[in-house]
């Protein structure tokens, strides 16, 4: 909005209160008159049918289905590159029902998976958003195959599921499916715009949102560069603009705890801004405390780094985390985020120093582990040939953690973990070197809390839980689906089922009709 349409819209909203004054009798100016001074029509730089802010799973999903259903999409990005945090997530998505499962023999419903995401989100789910992100993990699995996502051929089995569920892109990265859909959003004519930042929502008189102030050609994180613009959406605008994990401040007004001693798994975009705004016009933000620590992480290597990968496949399946001053496990490996991130948290010496736990596994139990090289390129993830050479490492007692291991494989040959509980489905014996190990602390890595939508995928009114009329909002941009946890492997499901009912409901409402400049 130019400074000229400010003025003017200031005029316009004075005016109103003057109608207001003058109608109670304690105005001077006649109603008459003042009814009689027309509010300008908005003009609009560039109009589009639906408009979508954010280039992750959720964007990019909103997108091309609301492609597919005919409509004019524009996508818009602050950043640089397309993607943000979906790029270098892990690629791993929780299907309900998925053909993998059904040839490993795996029996698996959207009731389980349903039960599954309540437990870990200590019951605080929005229900009928969870049911709506289950029930479309199959189908959803399925389109993003059409598209070109191709999957690692086993299931895995991450941490709170009750059973494998979760399938894993060959790549091992978000970008599996981040570049097939924009290449897809691309060939479809979708109009991609990076370095393009949202400033503000534009409402009609009748508080309706017509579109956004932008900035173009933006310079992430100075925050006066580019052009401003106003750009028009005649169906409506979707919000798929994340969490704000790397906005430590905002974290810090939900979590005073999250302070910059905790580094973040996140880009450096996944900021506040975009919540805030929508929030000004009247959502309803829910769940802003519950901000999720990815206990998968290493303290010896910045972001989501190659320890990630390796204990989400091999050391968490496969292996055993122990504290260093002991030897010995103290928490369930496939107990949920929320859970182990909270144990490992726990390690900590008399100043309150964090004493890094170590999690390893064997040669067998890393088979599968894609970063492993990687790791032990940069010093991340350590080899040990015996496990006196691990407990050397490390500086653990020997004796304690050669007690461990063995009370551990006796429990894998009984099928039961009796100290924590375990799940023990992909639990394997750890009888022979070599050894992979690496420090754990965890990180900043998912906001659970967002803005209120219903199953439509429409942002609701702080006052009245009426939808905000033209405003849809999908993915971690929303708040509700996870509670208190989200599982691994939930963001992807969410994300893409979310997105393309946001995209499936915007296309297909009212087109408005808009004025170009």
Request: hydrophobic share 40%; glycine share 10%; aromatic share 6%.
């Amino acid at each position: 909005m130019t400074e000229k349409q400010q003025i003017s819209q200031s005029r316009r909203a004075l005016l109103k209160g003057s109608v207001a004054m003058a109608a109670t009798g304690f105005g001077i100016t006649s109603v008459s008159a003042v009814a009689a001074e027309k509010a300008a029509p908005q003009v609009f730089d560039e109009v589009a049918d639906v408009i979508v802010v954010g280039s992750g799973f959720a964007g990019m999903s909103a997108a091309l289905q609301a492609r597919e259903a005919g409509a004019n999409v524009m996508v818009i990005d602050k950043m640089p590159v397309f993607g943000g945090n979906s790029t270098i997530n892990g690629g791993a998505m929780a299907v309900a029902g998925s053909p993998l499962q059904k040839e490993a023999g795996i029996k698996d419903n959207v009731d389980v998976m349903v039960s599954d995401m309540l437990k870990a989100g200590r019951g605080m789910n929005d229900v009928e958003m969870l049911k709506l992100v289950c029930n479309g993990t199959a189908e959803s699995c399925a389109w993003l195959m059409d598209y070109g996502v191709k999957w690692k051929p086993f299931v895995q089995h991450f941490g709170g599921h009750s059973i494998q569920r979760v399938l894993q892109t060959v790549e091992s990265s978000g970008a599996g499916i981040i570049r097939p859909l924009i290449k897809a959003a691309r060939g479809k004519g979708i109009d991609m715009r990076n370095q393009v930042k949202m400033e503000s929502f534009i409402q009609d008189d009748n508080g309706r949102v017509i579109g956004l102030q932008v900035r173009e050609n933006y310079y992430f994180p100075r925050e006066k560069t580019g052009q401003l613009r106003t750009y028009g959406a005649r169906k409506g605008i979707i919000m798929a603009t994340g969490g704000f994990s790397r906005d430590i401040e905002y974290r810090m007004m939900q979590l005073p705890q999250l302070n910059s001693d905790l580094d973040s798994t996140n880009h450096p975009g996944a900021t506040s801004e975009a919540l805030k705004q929508m929030m000004l016009i009247g959502a309803n933000p829910i769940h802003l405390d519950q901000i999720q620590l990815g206990p998968w992480a290493s303290p010896d290597e910045k972001g989501f780094g190659t320890a990630s990968q390796f204990n989400t496949i091999a050391t968490y399946p496969h292996g055993i985390v122990v504290d260093v001053r002991t030897g010995e496990r103290f928490f369930n490996e496939l107990a949920d985020r929320k859970a182990r991130a909270d144990a490992i948290m726990t390690r900590r010496d008399e100043q309150h120093h964090p004493v890094y736990p170590v999690g390893f596994t064997n040669a067998e139990g890393a088979a599968k582990a894609q970063t492993l090289a990687w790791g032990m390129k940069y010093n991340v993830i350590k080899k040990a040939d015996t496990l006196e050479q691990l407990a050397k490492l490390y500086g653990m007692p020997a004796d304690k953690l050669q007690a461990q291991v063995a009370r551990w494989n006796d429990a894998v040959k009984s099928g039961e973990d009796k100290e924590f509980g375990r799940p023990m489905q992909e639990a394997i014996v750890l009888e022979q070197g070599p050894w992979y190990a690496v420090r754990m602390w965890p990180k900043v890595h998912y906001c659970m809390g967002g803005v209120k939508v219903n199953t439509r995928s429409e942002v609701l009114h702080l006052v009245t839980n009426e939808p905000i009329p033209g405003l849809y909002a999908a993915g971690e941009a929303t708040g509700g689906v996870h509670g208190a946890s989200r599982l691994g492997a939930c963001a992807v499901a969410e994300g893409v089922v979310t997105g393309r009912n946001a995209g499936r409901v915007c296309a297909a409402s009212e087109s408005i009709r808009l004025i170009l400049a």
